[in-house]
């Protein structure tokens, strides 16, 4: 009995164009743990495995992919030279990486930064302790919005609309046994993160793994991405998150406004006036902690 390698028929895949495929092996590619035998490429995007040989060829004749040992792939050396002159030009992610760096010695936990991706938060940038919990996610990893801290930051500065888009999905993926699934409970979460500034993923994404995320918004206050940090639950306890909310809470806020945003007082009191009280939260980049 032949053993079936794919998960989707000949017919199914026919569907898709040639793009279509190429990109998703250049995805399944550069996932984490490589380099990756050709079969393991075909079960992930359920191509055939002539289909993902023949784009594999393609990719190394131009670079973008190379054989390794066990007849396995790598990315190839054209592929990270591209991948790390965007980086390098990316005006969000210069303005990041020294706030993560402060953030991560502030805090003594990894800091981060994601961005999204359709329904998707895909990690960009990490800055991680030399002698703590490391994150399981690494630069490329995707994880739902709907299931990370770093996710639930950036829906809580979506428009109503855009949010729901996402929030009211079918069939929501549990990532564990404490995602947020139920459309209802997502809304109430993502109303006090809009409330504070901050949102909290309490092993939503990873078991006995808490983070703490706010949204980086552009000139039009729009949501660009998401900073955050993460760690152990019983190093990064409630009492934790009380104190490292804010402090993400202006990391992400120094960024915005590097990037042209005006970004929302919290928790302001209008003044009686001719007053000169105000209750407003410390500049971007100040000591809020």
């Given at each position: 009995m032949?053993?079936?390698?794919n998960?989707?028929?000949?017919?199914?895949e026919?569907?898709?164009?040639?793009?279509?495929k190429?990109?998703?092996?250049?995805?399944?590619?550069v996932?984490?743990?490589?380099p990756?035998?050709?079969?393991e490429?075909?079960?992930?995007?359920?191509?055939?495995?002539?289909?993902?040989?023949?784009?594999?060829?393609?990719?190394?004749?131009?670079?973008?992919?190379?054989?390794?040992?066990?007849?396995s792939?790598?990315?190839?050396?054209?592929l990270?030279?591209?991948?790390?002159a965007?980086?390098?030009?990316?005006?969000?992610?210069?303005?990041?990486?020294?706030?993560?760096?402060?953030?991560?010695?502030?805090?003594?936990?990894v800091?981060?930064?994601?961005a999204?991706?359709?329904?998707?938060?895909v990690y960009?940038?990490?800055?991680?302790?030399?002698?703590?919990?490391?994150?399981?996610?690494?630069?490329?990893?995707?994880?739902?919005?709907?299931?990370?801290?770093?996710?639930?930051?950036?829906?809580?500065a979506?428009?109503?609309?855009?949010s729901?888009?996402?929030?009211d999905?079918?069939?929501?993926?549990?990532?564990?046994?404490s995602?947020?699934?139920?459309?209802?409970?997502?809304?109430?979460?993502?109303?006090?993160?809009?409330?504070?500034?901050?949102?909290?993923?309490?092993?939503?994404?990873?078991?006995d793994?808490?983070?703490v995320?706010?949204?980086?918004?552009?000139?039009?206050?729009?949501?660009?991405?998401?900073?955050?940090?993460?760690?152990?639950?019983?190093?990064?306890?409630?009492?934790?998150?009380?104190?490292?909310?804010?402090?993400?809470?202006?990391?992400?806020?120094?960024?915005?406004?590097?990037?042209?945003a005006?970004?929302?007082?919290l928790?302001?009191?209008?003044?009686?006036?001719?007053?000169?009280?105000s209750?407003?939260?410390?500049?971007?980049?100040?000591?809020?902690a």
């Amino acid at each position: 009995m032949v053993k079936a390698v794919n998960t989707r028929s000949v017919d199914q895949e026919l569907v898709k164009g040639p793009v279509d495929k190429a990109m998703e092996v250049l995805e399944a590619l550069v996932r984490p743990g490589g380099p990756h035998r050709l079969g393991e490429i075909a079960r992930r995007t359920g191509l055939t495995k002539p289909t993902v040989h023949r784009h594999l060829r393609t990719m190394a004749e131009y670079g973008f992919a190379e054989p390794a040992e066990g007849g396995s792939y790598r990315p190839g050396p054209r592929l990270l030279g591209l991948a790390a002159a965007a980086l390098s030009d990316s005006r969000v992610l210069e303005l990041t990486r020294p706030v993560l760096a402060d953030l991560r010695l502030r805090t003594g936990h990894v800091a981060f930064y994601a961005a999204r991706h359709a329904a998707d938060a895909v990690y960009l940038e990490l800055s991680e302790p030399a002698r703590e919990y490391r994150m399981s996610t690494r630069p490329g990893h995707r994880s739902p919005l709907h299931a990370c801290g770093v996710g639930l930051a950036m829906l809580s500065a979506m428009p109503d609309g855009e949010s729901a888009a996402v929030i009211d999905a079918p069939d929501l993926e549990a990532r564990t046994h404490s995602t947020l699934t139920d459309p209802a409970a997502l809304r109430a979460e993502l109303a006090r993160a809009a409330l504070c500034g901050y949102a909290v993923d309490d092993e939503y994404d990873e078991p006995d793994v808490r983070s703490v995320a706010a949204p980086v918004l552009d000139a039009e206050s729009r949501p660009v991405g998401a900073i955050g940090v993460a760690g152990l639950s019983f190093t990064l306890d409630p009492g934790s998150v009380e104190v490292f909310g804010p402090m993400v809470r202006a990391a992400a806020r120094t960024v915005s406004a590097g990037l042209g945003a005006r970004t929302p007082v919290l928790g302001v009191v209008d003044p009686a006036p001719g007053s000169e009280e105000s209750t407003t939260d410390p500049a971007p980049g100040g000591d809020e902690a």
